[in-house]
Protein backbone atom coordinates (compact mmCIF):
# COMPACT_ATOMS: atom_id res chain seq x y z
CA UNK A 1 0.00 0.00 0.00
CA UNK A 2 1.01 3.14 -0.74
CA UNK A 3 2.06 5.77 2.46
CA UNK A 4 2.80 8.99 3.30
CA UNK A 5 6.05 10.36 5.29
CA UNK A 6 4.13 11.37 8.41
CA UNK A 7 3.02 7.27 7.77
CA UNK A 8 6.62 5.90 8.18
CA UNK A 9 7.68 8.01 10.95
CA UNK A 10 4.64 7.67 13.03
CA UNK A 11 5.12 5.02 15.52
CA UNK A 12 9.13 3.57 14.18
CA UNK A 13 10.86 1.70 16.20
CA UNK A 14 14.42 1.73 14.99
CA UNK A 15 14.70 2.85 11.55
CA UNK A 16 13.38 2.59 7.87
CA UNK A 17 15.58 1.34 5.02
CA UNK A 18 15.21 3.30 2.01
CA UNK A 19 16.69 1.92 -1.49
CA UNK A 20 17.36 2.93 -4.54
CA UNK A 21 15.20 1.50 -7.39
CA UNK A 22 17.72 1.96 -10.88
CA UNK A 23 15.51 -0.64 -12.92
CA UNK A 24 12.48 -2.44 -12.61
CA UNK A 25 13.78 -5.29 -10.89
CA UNK A 26 15.41 -3.50 -7.85
CA UNK A 27 11.93 -1.55 -7.15
CA UNK A 28 10.20 -5.29 -7.40
CA UNK A 29 12.87 -6.81 -5.11
CA UNK A 30 12.76 -3.43 -2.49
CA UNK A 31 8.75 -4.33 -2.55
CA UNK A 32 9.08 -8.12 -2.31
CA UNK A 33 11.80 -8.10 0.31
CA UNK A 34 9.65 -5.86 2.28
CA UNK A 35 6.89 -7.81 2.37
CA UNK A 36 9.15 -10.90 3.16
CA UNK A 37 9.88 -9.21 6.64
CA UNK A 38 6.72 -7.97 7.38
CA UNK A 39 8.08 -4.58 7.44
CA UNK A 40 7.22 -0.88 5.48
CA UNK A 41 10.10 0.58 3.09
CA UNK A 42 11.22 3.49 1.22
CA UNK A 43 11.34 3.06 -2.45
CA UNK A 44 13.74 5.88 -3.46
CA UNK A 45 14.26 7.02 -7.26
CA UNK A 46 17.75 9.38 -7.33
CA UNK A 47 17.71 12.51 -9.88
CA UNK A 48 20.61 10.26 -11.38
CA UNK A 49 17.99 7.06 -12.11
CA UNK A 50 15.33 9.33 -13.59
CA UNK A 51 18.41 10.85 -16.00
CA UNK A 52 19.40 7.14 -16.68
CA UNK A 53 15.49 6.79 -18.02
CA UNK A 54 15.08 9.75 -19.74
CA UNK A 55 12.44 11.19 -18.04
CA UNK A 56 10.69 10.62 -14.39
CA UNK A 57 7.31 8.93 -15.72
CA UNK A 58 6.82 6.07 -16.51
CA UNK A 59 9.39 4.60 -14.42
CA UNK A 60 8.34 6.76 -11.51
CA UNK A 61 4.24 5.86 -12.14
CA UNK A 62 5.59 1.92 -12.08
CA UNK A 63 6.82 2.00 -8.86
CA UNK A 64 3.72 4.26 -7.42
CA UNK A 65 2.09 1.55 -8.89
CA UNK A 66 4.13 -1.61 -7.13
CA UNK A 67 3.78 0.23 -4.04
CA UNK A 68 0.23 0.78 -4.20
CA UNK A 69 -0.27 -3.34 -4.83
CA UNK A 70 2.17 -4.33 -1.67
CA UNK A 71 0.87 -5.85 1.29
CA UNK A 72 3.21 -3.61 3.52
CA UNK A 73 3.35 0.20 3.82
CA UNK A 74 5.55 1.46 1.22
CA UNK A 75 6.86 5.20 0.46
CA UNK A 76 7.56 6.38 -2.96
CA UNK A 77 10.79 9.11 -2.15
CA UNK A 78 12.40 10.82 -4.38
CA UNK A 79 16.73 11.28 -3.60
CA UNK A 80 19.25 14.11 -4.40
CA UNK A 81 16.79 16.23 -6.40
CA UNK A 82 18.66 18.93 -7.49
CA UNK A 83 16.62 20.53 -9.93
CA UNK A 84 13.72 22.58 -9.20
CA UNK A 85 11.73 21.21 -12.28
CA UNK A 86 12.40 17.61 -11.69
CA UNK A 87 10.36 18.41 -8.13
CA UNK A 88 7.52 20.05 -9.59
CA UNK A 89 7.17 16.75 -11.96
CA UNK A 90 7.62 14.63 -9.41
CA UNK A 91 4.57 16.59 -7.13
CA UNK A 92 2.03 16.28 -10.99
CA UNK A 93 3.12 12.56 -10.82
CA UNK A 94 1.87 11.92 -6.96
CA UNK A 95 4.88 11.38 -5.28
CA UNK A 96 4.76 13.04 -2.01
CA UNK A 97 8.27 12.51 -0.33
CA UNK A 98 10.97 14.86 -2.10
CA UNK A 99 15.13 14.34 -0.58
CA UNK A 100 15.99 18.36 -2.26
CA UNK A 101 19.36 18.40 -2.12
CA UNK A 102 21.10 21.87 -2.27
CA UNK A 103 24.16 20.81 0.09
CA UNK A 104 26.49 21.64 -2.20
CA UNK A 105 26.03 25.18 -2.71
CA UNK A 106 27.14 27.81 -0.09
CA UNK A 107 25.12 27.87 3.64
CA UNK A 108 23.16 30.93 2.41
CA UNK A 109 21.82 30.00 -0.81
CA UNK A 110 21.06 25.92 0.12
CA UNK A 111 18.91 27.22 2.76
CA UNK A 112 17.02 29.54 0.46
CA UNK A 113 16.78 27.24 -2.25
CA UNK A 114 15.60 24.58 0.26
CA UNK A 115 12.85 26.86 1.87
CA UNK A 116 11.07 27.46 -1.69
CA UNK A 117 11.01 23.97 -2.54
CA UNK A 118 9.83 23.25 0.85
CA UNK A 119 7.43 25.79 0.55
CA UNK A 120 6.18 24.45 -2.30
CA UNK A 121 6.14 20.75 -1.79
CA UNK A 122 4.16 21.65 1.51
CA UNK A 123 1.68 23.34 -0.47
CA UNK A 124 0.99 20.31 -2.02
CA UNK A 125 1.08 17.86 1.40
CA UNK A 126 5.11 16.81 0.19
CA UNK A 127 7.43 15.65 2.77
CA UNK A 128 10.67 16.92 2.13
CA UNK A 129 14.45 15.76 3.76
CA UNK A 130 17.53 18.13 2.71
CA UNK A 131 21.18 18.04 3.19
CA UNK A 132 23.55 19.79 5.30
CA UNK A 133 26.74 19.24 5.17
CA UNK A 134 27.63 17.33 2.17
CA UNK A 135 28.12 14.26 2.29
CA UNK A 136 31.04 12.90 -0.27
CA UNK A 137 31.05 10.20 -3.31
CA UNK A 138 28.40 10.84 -5.64
CA UNK A 139 30.63 10.91 -8.24
CA UNK A 140 32.59 7.80 -6.50
CA UNK A 141 35.23 9.59 -4.31
CA UNK A 142 35.47 8.81 -0.76
CA UNK A 143 35.05 11.69 0.90
CA UNK A 144 34.30 10.98 5.11
CA UNK A 145 36.13 13.67 6.30
CA UNK A 146 33.22 16.00 6.32
CA UNK A 147 30.58 16.84 9.06
CA UNK A 148 27.53 18.46 10.26
CA UNK A 149 27.62 20.81 12.73
CA UNK A 150 24.91 20.27 15.36
CA UNK A 151 23.68 23.98 16.05
CA UNK A 152 24.18 25.01 11.91
CA UNK A 153 21.66 22.26 11.41
CA UNK A 154 19.28 22.99 13.93
CA UNK A 155 19.52 26.92 12.71
CA UNK A 156 18.78 25.01 9.13
CA UNK A 157 15.75 23.17 9.98
CA UNK A 158 14.17 26.09 11.59
CA UNK A 159 15.12 28.18 8.58
CA UNK A 160 13.97 25.73 5.84
CA UNK A 161 10.91 24.13 7.52
CA UNK A 162 12.08 20.89 6.83
CA UNK A 163 10.70 17.96 7.34
CA UNK A 164 13.93 15.32 7.86
CA UNK A 165 17.56 16.16 7.01
CA UNK A 166 20.43 14.09 5.99
CA UNK A 167 23.93 14.98 7.79
CA UNK A 168 27.50 14.05 7.29
CA UNK A 169 28.55 11.86 10.15
CA UNK A 170 31.69 9.66 8.60
CA UNK A 171 29.82 7.70 5.50
CA UNK A 172 30.27 8.55 2.21
CA UNK A 173 28.68 7.45 -1.37
CA UNK A 174 28.93 4.57 -3.50
CA UNK A 175 32.12 2.87 -1.00
CA UNK A 176 32.70 -0.51 -2.34
CA UNK A 177 33.90 -2.21 0.43
CA UNK A 178 31.69 -1.65 4.03
CA UNK A 179 34.57 0.34 5.95
CA UNK A 180 33.24 3.67 7.08
CA UNK A 181 33.82 4.68 10.57
CA UNK A 182 31.20 7.08 11.88
CA UNK A 183 30.94 9.32 14.50
CA UNK A 184 28.37 7.46 17.18
CA UNK A 185 29.47 10.89 19.30
CA UNK A 186 28.28 13.30 16.67
CA UNK A 187 25.09 11.18 16.12
CA UNK A 188 23.89 11.58 19.33
CA UNK A 189 24.36 15.46 19.52
CA UNK A 190 22.89 16.07 16.32
CA UNK A 191 19.61 13.58 17.41
CA UNK A 192 19.61 15.76 21.14
CA UNK A 193 19.53 19.02 18.73
CA UNK A 194 17.90 18.98 15.51
CA UNK A 195 14.14 18.13 15.71
CA UNK A 196 13.34 16.66 13.05
CA UNK A 197 14.18 12.57 11.79
CA UNK A 198 17.73 12.36 10.77
CA UNK A 199 18.79 10.54 7.56
CA UNK A 200 22.07 8.58 7.02
CA UNK A 201 23.62 8.62 3.47
CA UNK A 202 26.24 6.36 1.87
CA UNK A 203 25.22 3.25 4.05
CA UNK A 204 26.20 0.72 1.91
CA UNK A 205 29.96 1.19 3.35
CA UNK A 206 28.82 0.93 6.65
CA UNK A 207 29.15 -2.43 8.43
CA UNK A 208 26.15 -3.75 10.32
CA UNK A 209 27.43 -2.76 13.96
CA UNK A 210 27.55 0.82 12.56
CA UNK A 211 24.63 1.07 10.65
CA UNK A 212 23.01 -0.35 14.58
CA UNK A 213 24.99 2.16 16.99
CA UNK A 214 24.14 4.40 14.29
CA UNK A 215 19.89 3.85 14.62
CA UNK A 216 20.58 3.46 18.39
CA UNK A 217 21.83 7.43 18.53
CA UNK A 218 19.01 8.66 16.57
CA UNK A 219 19.38 7.84 12.61
CA UNK A 220 15.98 7.09 11.31
CA UNK A 221 16.28 6.81 8.04
CA UNK A 222 19.16 4.51 6.35
CA UNK A 223 19.77 5.32 2.66
CA UNK A 224 20.74 1.85 0.55
CA UNK A 225 21.78 2.14 -2.83
CA UNK A 226 25.22 0.87 -3.80
CA UNK A 227 24.56 -2.51 -2.15
CA UNK A 228 21.95 -3.79 -3.86
CA UNK A 229 24.21 -3.04 -7.24
CA UNK A 230 26.97 -5.39 -5.97
CA UNK A 231 24.21 -7.99 -4.93
CA UNK A 232 22.20 -7.77 -8.49
CA UNK A 233 25.70 -7.42 -10.60
CA UNK A 234 27.40 -10.28 -8.54
CA UNK A 235 24.74 -12.55 -9.33
CA UNK A 236 24.52 -12.04 -12.97
CA UNK A 237 28.14 -12.18 -13.20
CA UNK A 238 28.10 -15.66 -11.37
CA UNK A 239 24.87 -17.05 -13.57
CA UNK A 240 26.61 -15.73 -17.08
CA UNK A 241 29.95 -17.69 -15.45
CA UNK A 242 28.31 -20.67 -15.19
CA UNK A 243 26.05 -20.62 -18.53
CA UNK A 244 27.88 -18.34 -21.17
CA UNK A 245 25.35 -19.33 -23.80
CA UNK A 246 22.35 -17.58 -22.42
CA UNK A 247 20.89 -14.88 -24.04
CA UNK A 248 17.27 -14.14 -22.15
CA UNK A 249 18.02 -11.58 -19.58
CA UNK A 250 14.94 -13.01 -17.45
CA UNK A 251 17.41 -16.20 -16.59
CA UNK A 252 20.21 -13.92 -15.47
CA UNK A 253 18.81 -11.10 -13.70
CA UNK A 254 15.72 -13.21 -11.76
CA UNK A 255 18.69 -14.46 -9.44
CA UNK A 256 19.76 -10.71 -8.99
CA UNK A 257 16.30 -10.08 -8.00
CA UNK A 258 16.12 -12.77 -5.94
CA UNK A 259 19.24 -11.36 -4.07
CA UNK A 260 18.51 -7.82 -3.87
CA UNK A 261 15.22 -9.01 -2.69
CA UNK A 262 16.64 -11.46 0.45
CA UNK A 263 18.93 -8.58 1.28
CA UNK A 264 16.06 -5.64 1.50
CA UNK A 265 14.66 -8.27 3.91
CA UNK A 266 17.84 -8.44 5.89
CA UNK A 267 18.34 -5.12 6.30
CA UNK A 268 14.71 -3.72 7.00
CA UNK A 269 14.73 -6.49 9.88
CA UNK A 270 18.33 -5.08 11.17
CA UNK A 271 17.04 -1.56 11.17
CA UNK A 272 13.72 -2.53 12.84
CA UNK A 273 15.48 -4.24 16.01
CA UNK A 274 18.06 -2.10 15.90
O1 LIG B 1 20.91 8.52 -1.38
C1 LIG B 1 21.32 7.38 -1.55
C2 LIG B 1 22.20 6.74 -0.59
O2 LIG B 1 22.86 7.66 0.17
C3 LIG B 1 22.95 5.57 -1.10
O3 LIG B 1 24.33 5.53 -0.80
O4 LIG B 1 24.96 3.97 -2.61
O5 LIG B 1 26.55 4.53 -0.80
O6 LIG B 1 24.54 3.15 -0.28
P1 LIG B 1 25.14 4.20 -1.13
ZN1 LIG C 1 22.59 9.77 -0.68
Known sequence: MNTDAPGIFTGLRGAVGAFNAILLEHAEAIVAGA?????????????NAVRYHGSLDPFGAACLSMAGAA???????????????????GL???????????????????????RAVTERCHAAGCWVEAELGEIGGKDGAHA????????EAAAFVAATGVDSLAVAVGSSHAMAGRDAVLDD????RLAGAVPVPLV?????????DGVRRAVGR????????TRLNQVLTGAVRATLAERESLTDPRR????????????????????AGA
Not at 39 to 47: D, M
Not at 92 to 114: C, K, P, Q
Not at 185 to 188: E, T
Not at 218 to 225: D, F, H, L, P, Q
Open 35 to 47: EQAGLPVILQISQ
Open 71 to 89: SVPVLVHLDHIEDETLVHQ
Open 92 to 114: ALGIRSIMFDAASSAYEENVTRT
Open 144 to 151: PGVRTDPA
Open 185 to 188: DLIG
Open 200 to 208: LHGSSGVPD
Open 218 to 225: GIRKVNVG
Open 252 to 271: YLSPGRDRMRDEVARLVQLL
